[in-house]
């Protein structure tokens, strides 16, 4: 007698695989979509922000008081940081520097460190934290509000009056903290140093001084200026474009910081590259 073989069903198999491979796709070319229109609607943003900037009519009070926010308000945090980073740097640094008997070179090596690097990129991500959020979730607040449409409405160009002023703000104000925070990094390393000696401040700032020169300083200030309009045109165009929901004030904030900080961090890796290649 025949024994009967199992009769094995594929085309059923291979039809549902086609069609979750089908739906993925479709997801994935949505999330493509999306992205690049969302490059897109940033860009026209920016665009639309540049020509608002030069043309009359500026708001220069909310211009001041958004300098004041931003950097006037800021000090506290950035006085912290800045002298944190000078003092943990110091102490790090010295016992390896003291391996190699070369303890009279730290006062200059870590003013260098902190002029080029250290300084613009951790003040600049503080203010995407503290700036970037405050602004995105500023206009986001006012979004959900509707008193954008209502500044549309009653003739005040809501982009000139609270984007450009904003954007322009952070581009003046983030490279003066800046140079506060890398006077008080030296003031702490000059600080770390004392801990286990006896520097005069006059003679920490020669030694941190003398093999300084103006390479080191130029570009680590032009970069800062882009740090602070990246800050302010991510931080404005997450709160300007937010939803009309209560939570898409949260996300505009947070997004505002998570996208701020990897472009900090992509204009310092870029602005790195043209130094490298300039010297």
Not at 79 to 103: C, E, H, K, Y
Not at 151 to 173: D, H, K, Q, Y
């Amino acid at each position: 007698m025949k024994t009967k073989l199992p009769v094995i069903k594929i085309v059923p198999k291979i039809r549902d695989a086609s069609i979750k491979i089908s739906e993925k796709t479709m997801v994935k070319t949505v999330e493509a979509n999306e992205f690049l229109i969302g490059v897109a609607d940033f860009f026209l943003f920016f665009s639309q922000a540049v020509r608002e900037t030069f043309s009359r009519n500026f708001e220069f009070k909310e211009f001041l008081r958004q300098c004041h926010q931003i950097g006037f308000k800021s000090l506290p945090l950035i006085s912290i940081t800045g002298a944190i980073m000078g003092l943990v740097l110091t102490i790090q640094t010295r016992p390896v520097l003291d391996s190699f008997g070369a303890v009279s070179l730290l006062p200059s090596m870590v003013a260098i460190s902190l002029v080029r690097e250290i300084g613009p990129v951790i003040t600049a991500l503080i203010c995407a934290g503290k700036v970037g959020s405050g602004i995105g979730a500023e206009l986001g607040s006012m979004k959900v509000t509707e008193q954008i449409d209502a500044m549309e409405v009653s003739s005040t160009n809501p982009m000139r009056f609270l984007v450009v002023t904003r954007v322009l703000a952070a581009t003046l104000m983030i490279p003066l903290l800046v140079l506060y925070a890398d006077a008080l990094g030296i003031m702490g390393s000059w600080i770390g140093v004392n801990i286990k000696g006896d520097v005069s401040f006059v003679l920490f700032i020669s030694q941190a001084f003398s093999v300084f020169e103006l390479i080191d300083f130029l570009p680590a200030v032009v970069k800062t200026f882009f740090f602070g309009a990246v800050i302010g045109v991510v931080g404005s165009y997450k709160g300007y474009t937010a939803g009309r929901g209560t939570e898409s004030v949260g996300v505009a904030a947070n997004s505002a910081v998570v996208l701020a900080s990897l472009l900090v961090i992509i204009v310092d890796m870029i602005a790195v590259q043209i130094t490298d290649m300039l010297i």
